[in-house]
């Protein structure tokens, strides 16, 4: 798990100029405990699949895309896509399962339960609770942190059953106090999807990885690919009644879509193109959208997850009006 040393160093990278007081300072430094692992989870991920696997999604623009660009907003789920043909989520899994030896000989890590019986750490779980759908896998990788999820003894409860003997606890409360610096250690998941229903363009990037994870081959999707998808399905999509129930995904949209200043601007439109099957957006829907979100997006605009951008931008009407005329823009390539 990463140092303190680490994450104040990346907490000092991402806040850049931003002005946070000492609460504020604690929850970004929290949260990125919880980035790390994301970023680990990809790496790892990556390393082993090869060019099965390509990363997309909220994390990636925001972890590997934005710190060039503004400030970030916080994300904890990753998403991936396999590209390869498979038939069935059991394949997957069976992936998955390989994926696990090499985990588990390259991080061996256990959580005790008793003299003999240890829990793995580190290692990939279907994800049940979060799969909801045919054509994505849902998993999720329980880690060891300091500040989110069930204290260590707490976890082992609610996966085995098993209360463990108080000596156990105070055997483990030292090892964690002199090794990572909290008696209490917690467990929490790191959630991340496999999609298999679409191969989506991608590109190969040599990416210098934060929190000191070193340089890393990523198959991502294409920037302009992603920032297209969320100009036709979020920020122009006709949602009818439900408008007020997709505020909060048009935000986190219009967040992503600063990334516009470093895509190119014809290869978007050329995907929206694509995207809408050759019939044009409309400008309308987009109008109406994103009027929506001014007048009632306040709510979603305070949460934590934008922490770092209300540091830069502190007002979300002007940010979202900024936003509006770069995608002008670029449907009127």
């Not at 045919?134 to 976890?155: H, K, Q, T």
């Not at 229903?197 to 992603?226: C, H, M, W």
């Not at 987009?286 to 001014?294: F, G, P, T, W």
Request: include cysteine; charge should be positive; hydrophobic fraction near 40%.
């Amino acid at each position: 798990m990463p140092s303190i040393n680490v994450l104040n160093k990346e907490l000092n990278r991402v806040k850049g100029q931003i002005e946070l007081g000492e609460g504020d300072l604690n929850q970004v430094l929290f949260s990125l405990e919880r980035v790390y692992y994301i970023i680990l989870t990809m790496r790892e991920l990556q390393e082993f699949f090869g060019d099965k696997i390509q990363f997309g999604g909220g994390a990636v623009l925001n972890y590997i895309f934005m710190p060039s660009v503004d400030a970030p907003r916080f994300t904890f789920d990753l998403d991936s896509a396999w590209s390869k043909r498979v038939s069935n989520k059991r394949v997957l899994l069976s992936e998955m399962t390989k994926f696990n030896k090499y985990l588990s000989e390259k991080y061996p890590l256990c959580l005790p339960i008793d003299e003999d019986k240890c829990l793995t750490l580190l290692t990939v779980e279907y994800d049940a609770e979060k799969d909801y759908f045919p054509n994505v896998l849902s998993l999720r990788i329980p880690a060891i942190m300091r500040w989110s999820g069930l204290e260590f003894y707490r976890y082992v409860k609610s996966v085995s059953g098993v209360d463990l003997d108080l000596s156990i606890i105070n055997k483990l409360r030292k090892i964690f106090e002199s090794t990572i610096g909290v008696r209490d250690a917690r467990v929490d998941f790191i959630r991340f999807e496999v999609s298999m229903s679409i191969n989506y363009p991608r590109a190969e990037l040599n990416v210098d990885l934060p929190f000191e994870l070193g340089s890393s081959k990523l198959f991502i999707t294409d920037l302009e690919y992603q920032l297209a998808s969320k100009i036709v399905y979020k920020v122009g999509w006709d949602f009818g009644g439900d408008l007020e129930f997709n505020l909060h995904d048009i935000l986190k949209a219009i967040l992503d879509l600063r990334l516009l200043n470093i895509a190119n601007k014809e290869k978007v439109k050329r995907y929206v193109w694509d995207l809408t099957r050759s019939t044009a957006i409309e400008w309308g829907l987009i109008e109406k959208n994103l009027s929506e979100l001014q007048r009632s997006g306040g709510k979603y605009w305070t949460s934590f997850h934008y922490i770092l951008v209300r540091g830069k931008h502190r007002k979300l009407d002007k940010l979202v009006f900024d936003i509006k005329r770069k995608i002008r823009e670029v449907l009127q390539q």
